[in-house]
């Protein structure tokens, strides 16, 4: 399951969609709309991208997770327009055989789609507005962990 929405992320359809009997774990990670950035108050957020170029973006990064854990089934879905604090943006759930395998893949999704997603955001202050500048977070490998 990939998807671009406008709409609330449907969590219940989520984990429906990555319920597998084959599966030991499921992992999944929700981010969140905070209340707080750079230590000033965020009132909202707004999420913008190109759509279809977004979607290609996450069926590949499906396919590189897939060809690193053995991934049973998973879901990415990022939401763009306004969301408010607590709001979800973006939910992805994996499931694996393992946990740990499921771990690995979920942190590594998230890391590599917040270096590779055409999706920008703005944050809403009381102050204003401003277009937040993106984090190149490391990517956690995990090969290098079994080496560790």
Known sequence: ???????????????????????????VFI???????????????????????????????ENDVRSRWPVEKMAIVHRLGTLEIGDASVVIAVACAHRAQAFEACRYTIDRLKQTLPVWKK??????????????????????????
């Open 123 to 148: 944050e809403f202050g009381p102050d204003g507005a401003s277009w937040v500048e993106g984090v190149m977070p490391d990517v956690h490998n995990a090969e290098e962990d079994k080496n560790l």
């Open 1 to 27: 399951m990939i998807d671009i929405t406008r709409s609330p992320i449907d969590l219940d359809r989520i984990l429906a969609e990555v319920d597998a009997p084959e599966s030991g774990g499921v992992v």
């Open 31 to 61: 981010g969140r709309v905070r209340n707080h950035a750079q230590g000033r108050p965020v009132i909202r957020m707004e999420y913008e991208g190109y759509e279809p170029m977004a979607r290609r973006v996450l069926q590949d990064l």
